[in-house]
Each structure stands twice: as structure tokens, then as C-alpha cells.
């Protein structure tokens, strides 16, 4: 059978910019490995609970001198080697995180520092989970007007300072990671073929930090009421996870006039075995299709899909002429799914 050919929906409107690639992707995550055994002697929990509720057996927490830009240089510098790219050659650095290392300024600015990227704009993106592809769908937009040529995007987290570590409720689901890729003009591919992004407001509350901004400064009464940890109403949290994780897919696949079937490898948001199984099923996916790795790094957030994105070319599930299907979810609430021929 001739391949088919591949309809790139940015191609409406007499389209003239010029399609954008993923050059290479880079990982990293910290040494220290935090397993359900030791969390059961800190909260009220069980590997068996763990386990079963989410499929996440452990997770990797970073020292209290490693930060969100320390993880995110290194998971850079891995993409940049793989891809024979210098620093000094990347035009723009987008870091999607919901643990900048401060307020101000942005993390991307510190990683910009670090790696040694003198000519690049700097600035982060706070889409929660959903980061990396609002990160990779803002990083194509510039390559494809031909306004940059080398767009580095990383989705970096340090959760473990956000968790309150008597909240079992929480704490056995984050861990801390960084993944990040190198955009470019790939002549003859296709690249990334579609990304959609969509958010609802209205559901802020269902899992947010409400202390250390401006609405709530930090007070010694804002410490004391644990205003400055993640919270999460989970339950609310997952069926709206399913919901906006199958709608975006499945958006994203009408537009490149895609079967899922023609998907070699599904990258979901890796929060909750149960979400992915639940989405992959709606879907009409195989197991074989979909990539997990939670079981090793919990929810790293805007970190996940970078990282599990990474391990999948690794192992060799996603190959150059593949196709692969990117599906996040976050807080927001945000969501987005991204189709990508490697
Ligand atoms: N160990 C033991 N028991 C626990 C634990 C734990 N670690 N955590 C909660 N429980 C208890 C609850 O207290 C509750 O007890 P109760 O019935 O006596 O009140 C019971 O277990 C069941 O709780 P549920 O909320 O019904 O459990 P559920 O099946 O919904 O699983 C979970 C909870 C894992 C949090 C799930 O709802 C979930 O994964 N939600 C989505 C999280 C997510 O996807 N977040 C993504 C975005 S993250 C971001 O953007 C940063």
C-alpha cells in the first residue's frame, strides 16, 4: 500500500510557512528514589492503595539544593548533544513549569544562564500539566513564520516543594522530573502535524497553590493554613481529566484526518494509570499503543510527557515516519493533545 499522504490542517488559508520538527528530545530525573514503602511510614497509605488507585510504585525527589532550572538545564543539555546543537544557536527557551525557582525571574532566563544560551529570548509558561504542548504548539508557531530558527521548549518541575507531605491525598501522586526538545525546519517532514490547546477557567479551583501570589501574599496565617501546597479535589479532577483528554485527541485526529489505529505510539499525560486506561479505551487503542511510565516517576506535570516522550523514543516504540499522539491535562484547567509525524 503507498503511504498515505498526510493532511496538514495548517495548510488552510494558502499556509506558507514551513513546517516544525522535534530535533530530539532530553530527559532528566533526580537520584533520589521516593517508593510507596517509604511513604507508608510517613501518611496513612498503603502500597496497595497506591498501586491499585494510581499504578505509581515510585518517584524521584530532587535535593533541597537541585531546582526546577538545575533540572531542566540538565534534561536541555541532553536534548541540545543529541541534536548537535550549541546554545549558542537557540533563539528563544520556553520552560513550562508550575515550580519556577522564583516568582521573578523566569526560569527559563536561569536555564538560559546555565546552558550558556547568550542569544536566546527567555520566558516561562504556566499551563500546569498541559505545559510541554503549550509549549511545543508556541515554539512551532515561531519556526513555522520563520521568525526563529532553534526553539528550545522544556517542561520542568520540582513538585516536591509544593506537596504538603502529611497530605495523603496528594503526596503519593507528584514526583519531580524535566524533559525538553529542540525545534526545528526538518526539510521533507512533516513534523508537527497539529497541536490543540483548550482551557476552562471556570474550574480553577479544583486543583491549585492558593497562597504565595498576589491574591494571597505570603502571611505567617497563609503558612500556618498550608495556603502555599498543591490542592486538589481528585475525583472532580479525574472525570474531567477523561473527558477533556479524549475530547482533545480526538479533535487533534480530525484534524489530520487520522485514524487511531494509524497512531504507533499514544504519549498521555501520565497522572493515573486508570485516566489512561480510560482515555486509551474511549479512544478505541490498543494497550500496545499506549506509553507508561508513571509506575518509575508518578506526575512529574508539565515534566511527563517530555519525559515519557523520551523513554519512547529510547526503547524504540517511536520511530522516525511514525506517527505519535501527545495528550495532556492539567490544572486550569487546561488541556491539549498534539499529533506529530517523528
Ligand atoms: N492512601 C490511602 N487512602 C487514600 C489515599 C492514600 N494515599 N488518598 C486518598 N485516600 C482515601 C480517601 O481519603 C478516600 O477515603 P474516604 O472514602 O474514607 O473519604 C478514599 O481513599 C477514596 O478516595 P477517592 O477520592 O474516591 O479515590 P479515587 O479513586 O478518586 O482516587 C486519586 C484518588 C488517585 C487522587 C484520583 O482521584 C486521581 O488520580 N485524580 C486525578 C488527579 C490528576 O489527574 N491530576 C492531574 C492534574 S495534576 C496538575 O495539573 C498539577
Given amino acids: 500500500m503507498p503511504p498515505k499522504k498526510l493532511k496538514n490542517p495548517r495548510a488552510r488559508h494558502n499556509f506558507v510557512g514551513r513546517t516544525c520538527s522535534i530535533l530530539s528530545v532530553g530527559s532528566y530525573v533526580p537520584e533520589r528514589v521516593l517508593d510507596n514503602a517509604e511513604l507508608e511510614r510517613l501518611v496513612d497509605t498503603s502500597n496497595e492503595w497506591i498501586m491499585s488507585r494510581t499504578g505509581i510504585s515510585e518517584r524521584r525527589i530532587a535535593s533541597k539544593h537541585e531546582t526546577t532550572s538545575d533540572l ?9 548533544e543529541r541534536a548537535k546543537v550549541t546554545p549558542e544557536e537557540i533563539d528563544l527557551i520556553v ?7 522564583m516568582p521573578f525571574p523566569s526560569t527559563a532566563c536561569l536555564v538560559q544562564r546555565k546552558i550558556g544560551a547568550t542569544r536566546a529570548a527567555a520566558f516561562d509558561l504556566e499551563a500546569a500539566c498541559s505545559g510541554f504542548i503549550y ?3 508556541i515554539g512551532q508557531q515561531f519556526i513555522m513564520s520563520r521568525t526563529y530558527e532553534t526553539v528550545l521548549i522544556i517542561g520542568a518541575e520540582k513538585l516536591s516543594s509544593i506537596i504538603n507531605w502529611s497530605d495523603r491525598n496528594t503526596c503519593v501522586l507528584f514526583g519531580d522530573g524535566a524533559g525538553a526538545a529542540v525545534l526545528r525546519h526538518r526539510p521533507h517532514a512533516h513534523g508537527l502535524l497539529t497541536a490543540c490547546m483548550g482551557s476552562d477557567g471556570t474550574k480553577a479551583d479544583l486543583l491549585c497553590m492558593p497562597g504565595g501570589g498576589s491574591a494571597c501574599p505570603p502571611t505567617h496565617e497563609s503558612l500556618a493554613a498550608g495556603l502555599h501546597y498543591l490542592r486538589m479535589d481528585g475525583k472532580e479532577t479525574f472525570k474531567n481529566a477523561v473527558n477533556a483528554m479524549f475530547t482533545a485527541a480526538n479533535e487533534a485526529l480530525r484534524r489530520c484526518d487520522l485514524d487511531i489505529s494509524e497512531i504507533k505510539c499514544i504519549i498521555p499525560h501520565q497522572a493515573n494509570r486508570r485516566i489512561i486506561d480510560a482515555v486509551a479505551e474511549r479512544l478505541g487503542a490498543s494497550q500496545e499503543q499506549v506509553f507508561v511510565n508513571l509506575h518509575k516517576f508518578g506526575n512529574t506535570s508539565a515534566a511527563s510527557v517530555a519525559i515519557a516522550l523520551d523513554e519512547a523514543v529510547a526503547a524504540g516504540r517511536i520511530q522516525r515516519g511514525d506517527l505519535a499522539l501527545l495528550i495532556v491535562f492539567g490544572a486550569g484547567l487546561t488541556w491539549g493533545a498534539a499529533v506529530i509525524e517523528w
Avoid: G, N
Fill in 135 to 137: 509549549a511545543l504548539e
Fill in 72 to 80: 531542566a538545564s540538565r534534561a536541555a543539555m541532553c536534548a541540545l
Fill in 95 to 101: 520552560v513550562a513549569t508550575i515550580t519556577p525557582d
